[in-house]
């Protein structure tokens, strides 16, 4: 199969080369090479290598693009070189088909979702070998544009992302078969309505199983939007929301008033987590930028949860701003566990080059055993004749865990200098005295010191094509969250380098 990946690629390129002056070659290329190694390693020189290139090919409606991935160590049987995603595309103003690997989402969602997380680069603790972290399918998708309708039709293998692209048997990468139709209607410049039916068809079986959706979105006001979707496996009670019953419901609003606005959303998703998770429904939890924050966000379960999100706003004159935000969600597992969360942020605008933000943060996590989650910072971004600048970012944290006496804490502090456009440079320094983190897992004792992370990064763009990212030093991993997609950042001890291009 990888044969005819590689055949198909060198078509391409073959076809690049012998194409008229219209058409058009395009891609990005990153690479990245590490020496260093996780903590508590034996192997503290181990040199690796990561690539990735991208390239497109526009010719009228027809397109044609290629991912290639590679990555290289000292160990065999974790290298690989391959053609990881292939595409073949046509498109007019009312039609579209794509043959190969590409990105759908069926709704919001609830019965479908892909991704790309634009410059991820993952590994795990287990296969250690690194790879562009998205989540695409492999098959056929046709599109169809007018005016009132619109209509997805997909037959396709969603991509198992947690496995590499070296993993044998590759079958095991995409255990999953969709086919799905979608439909929308726009009934008139407020109303649009819309269906969905898709089967799931698991590997190694002969059996599928159905699933529905329905849609509503309205516009009563140009300040307010209301939305909703509720998907269903085909033998749920449709309104009964029983618990022995597969079903996700979302509903929300958006609002503004002058320089006031905000939001509301309300979840329930009872065992609604298909094949091997390749839907992905709204998880009401707000997305935070801040590391301590964003490492401590509660991650979607989507067997059962139940919850709202609120959010408003207010922007001043002057460019102030301050928004509030509220999020609760109850997990009925073997037992009940409830998530809680309040925030609020300022940002203040003293002058043209002095801004000043911050924020104060309070939850209680019950599925992570954190209680009394206390959490703030303060940054400071100043800016000398829109040049020289520097931002200085100091965040901290504690909480209560439980069967643990002592409060766990985690500190954050940055302070990097930029020069406009094409320099910066950087140090961060972490520190926690959480028992999960403090703790070495080679050993039989049970270290309680304050572990730390001290390391420095360095970027400079040649132009705008050609950047140069370095760090140095220790970075602290965890839980990240982009775009509603949380995974795992492993620690890293060392020296990192990655050179971005596009062409």
Not at 58 to 80: A, C, H, M, W
Not at 129 to 156: C, H, M, P
Request: with cysteine.
């Amino acid at each position: 199969m990888k044969l005819s990946f590689y055949s198909i690629f060198l078509c391409l390129i073959v076809l690049v080369f012998s194409t008229p002056a219209a058409a058009q070659i395009y891609g990005t290329n990153t690479f990245e090479f590490q020496y260093g190694n996780l903590p508590y390693e034996g192997d503290r020189d181990l040199t690796t290598s990561y690539n990735q290139l991208n390239l497109f090919y526009d010719s009228d409606n027809l397109s044609f693009f290629g991912k290639v991935e590679q990555f290289i160590t000292p160990f065999d049987d974790r290298n690989y070189l391959d053609l990881t995603q292939k595409l073949v595309q046509y498109r007019d103003e009312m039609f579209r088909v794509r043959v190969g690997n590409f990105y759908e989402t069926i709704g919001r969602g609830l019965l479908l979702r892909s991704y790309d997380i634009p410059g991820s680069v993952y590994e795990d603790a287990f296969e250690r070998t690194r790879y562009g972290f998205y989540r695409d399918l492999e098959g056929i998708g046709i599109d169809l544009y007018t005016d009132r309708l619109e209509v997805k039709a997909l037959r396709a293998e969603p991509l198992f992302n947690l496995l590499p692209p070296n993993f044998e048997a590759d079958s095991a990468r995409r255990p999953d078969l969709v086919e799905a139709l979608e439909a929308k209607f726009f009934v008139n410049d407020i109303v649009s309505v819309g269906g969905a039916y898709m089967r799931s068809h698991p590997s190694f079986t002969n059996n599928y199983t159905e699933y529905g959706s329905f849609s509503l979105d309205l516009n009563p006001l140009p300040n307010l939007q209301v939305f909703s979707e509720y998907a269903f496996q085909s033998d749920a009670s449709l309104t009964a929301f029983n618990d022995d019953d597969s079903y996700a419901l979302y509903a929300g609003m958006n609002f503004y008033i002058g320089s006031f606005g905000g939001s509301f959303e309300y979840k329930n998703y009872n065992q609604f987590r298909l094949g091997q998770g390749y839907n992905d429904p709204p998880s009401l939890i707000k997305e935070h930028t801040y590391p301590v924050l964003n490492r401590s966000t509660h991650v979607l379960e989507t067997s059962d949860e139940t919850g709202i999100q609120a959010e408003v706003y207010y922007n001043f004159e002057g460019g102030h701003s301050v928004t509030a935000n509220m999020t609760t969600a109850k997990n009925d597992l073997f037992r009940e566990f409830d998530y809680r969360e309040y925030f609020v942020e300022g940002y203040y605008e003293v002058d043209d080059y002095l801004s000043l933000k911050a924020f104060f943060d309070y939850a209680n996590d019950d599925l992570k055993g954190e209680e009394d989650r206390i959490s703030v910072g303060f940054i400071t971004d100043k800016s000398f004749d829109y040049v020289w600048g520097f931002v200085l970012d100091l965040q901290y944290q504690t909480f209560d865990r439980q069967f643990d006496p002592d409060n766990s804490t985690n500190f954050y502090g940055s302070l990097a200098f930029s020069y406009l456009p094409d320099f910066s440079v950087g140090v961060v320094f972490e520190a926690s005295t959480d028992p999960q983190l403090t703790d070495n897992p080679n050993t039989f004792d049970a270290e309680t010191d304050t572990r730390t992370w001290l390391g420095g990064n360095l970027s400079y763009k040649f132009n705008s094509k050609h950047r140069v990212d370095v760090f140095a030093g220790k970075r602290r991993g965890g839980p990240a969250c982009t775009s509603g997609i949380c995974y795992e950042i492993l620690d890293f001890e060392g020296v990192e380098l990655r050179f971005s291009t596009r062409f």
